[in-house]
């Protein structure tokens, strides 16, 4: 049997300029972080738009948050619609940060250029695009179906790009995705149009530290090299640990099939004296390094449980002291994530894949992010599982040069969401 369009989707392309023009209005505020620039304009653009339309809008302040100052406070935006009866509450979470700009760019990063129907700048793939479609979405919703069942939640939030602590999680703690409050949420992140992200993989950023014994450098032998104690871990590492998280591999449909496997990032390495600024122009000093540290990213997989992930290192740490007397290391554990994966058969699932079939006239592939995104916070801090990544944009886009959505990508979402409102809500 051929479904038919509903005549909900004409609303949406309807106001395909509109969409276009809210799209490129948000990646004109450059919401930079780090540092955390222009969050209060992008949440009070927002919130003003929104507020002329009947919603009620609160700005709240991550206030004691990590990153959060007086210089650069971060802000987030919640708008909430009520429906004529009683019903069930469909959240829309996007954030409104961006990563740097970096080099490469042939356009301008903030100028929201249009060309070949896409518009260009960071942030228009992850995920203004998304905010946009979303907002679009309801409000198209709405005009169609005012006295609608329940309650429509837009949010726009801080500091995804950089844990999202300033934002979802400081919502969370504080009861905004209380499931008795929400029992739908959506995030459209850059996961392609025609794809339901289900959940992620697992993170654990942890800092080790090789200690030493500084000496004249003329004289290493009095001293001893903690950047020779980290060249032993880091060999260890490759003899030992990425052999081992290479024969891993999951069920869970994570996308690249690369990232199936579990993965180890070394994201940083430092040892010796700190690095003098770039104006400095004279010699560093002869000095024997009493001190190095990695920052290391481990990314797992649901079939792992973390404390098998920090055990692993620990080990490996082990087998190194026993091999190297004057070892010595310290691990200091920044931050971690579990893995999170919400169910094929769960409400807003189903609703979305039903939507994006009318749409696009296909069935979508279920995925699973690499990396993390906000909706380990509506799990672990919510308590919300009800909860999936779907929005336009190519998620290889993301954080690149040039960085572009699609318009026509931005209607069909739009309008594979307001359809989930009219299943969910109507």
């Keep these: ?46 919130g003003d738009r929104l507020r002329d339309g009947g919603w009620q809008v609160e700005l709240v302040r991550a206030e004691g948050a990590p990153g959060d100052s007086d210089a650069h406070p971060r802000w987030n935006m919640v708008a909430r619609y009520e429906g004529g009866r009683p019903g069930e509450c469909v959240h829309f979470n996007s954030h409104h940060d961006v990563v740097e700009v970096g080099n490469g760019w042939t356009r301008d990063p903030f100028g929201g250029e249009i060309a070949d129907g896409r518009v260009y700048g960071r942030g228009a793939c992850d995920m203004k695009g998304g905010l946009a479609a979303s907002v679009i979405a309801a409000e198209t919703f709405i005009a169609a179906h005012p006295e609608f069942n329940g309650a429509i939640e837009i949010s726009a939030t801080a500091d995804e790009e950089t844990g999202g602590y300033g934002g979802v999680a400081y919502l969370a703690e504080r009861g905004w995705f209380d499931p008795d409050r929400v029992q739908h949420v959506i995030i459209p992140e850059p996961l392609n149009k025609d ?35 980290m060249g032993a871990v880091l060999a260890e590492m490759e003899e030992s640990l ?7 591999h999951t069920e869970m449909p994570v ?73 010595e290391y310290e691990v200091r554990e920044l931050f971690e994530v579990i893995p999170s994966m919400t169910d094929e058969d769960a409400p807003v699932v189903r609703s979305t894949a039903a939507a994006i079939e009318t749409v696009l006239g296909r069935m979508p592939d279920y995925v699973v992010s690499p990396g993390t995104y906000d909706q380990k916070h509506i799990d672990r801090i919510g308590k919300l599982k009800n909860c999936i990544a779907y929005g336009p944009g190519i998620l290889d886009l993301a954080h690149q040069p040039d960085e572009w959505v699609g318009i026509d990508d931005m209607v069909d979402s739009a309008g594979v969401m307001a359809l989930v409102l009219e299943e969910l809500l109507g």
């Design 195 to 229: 794809r339901i992200c289900l959940g992620h993989r697992g993170v654990w950023w942890a800092e080790i530290e090789t200690k030493g014994r500084i000496a004249h450098g003329s004289m290493p032998f009095l001293g001893d090299s903690a950047v020779r104690h």
């Design 255 to 327: 996308v690249p099939d690369g990232a199936r496997q579990s993965t180890l990032n070394i994201n940083s390495i430092h040892g010796g004296e700190r690095e003098q600024d770039p104006s400095y122009t004279g010699l560093p000093a002869p000095v024997v390094p009493d001190r190095c540290r990695i920052v290391i990213d481990r990314r797992f997989l649901i079939e792992e449980s973390v404390d098998e992930v920090k055990a692993e290192v620990r080990a490996l740490l082990e087998r190194v002291k026993a091999t190297r007397p004057s070892f």
């Design 242 to 248: 990425f052999p081992l998280l290479a024969s891993k």
């Design 1 to 46: 049997m051929v479904k038919t369009k509903s005549p909900l989707l004409d609303d949406v392309a309807a106001q395909r300029d509109a969409l276009t023009a809210l799209c490129q209005d948000l990646i004109r505020i450059p919401t930079l972080n780090p540092p955390g620039r222009d969050y209060l304009e992008i949440c009070e653009m927002l």
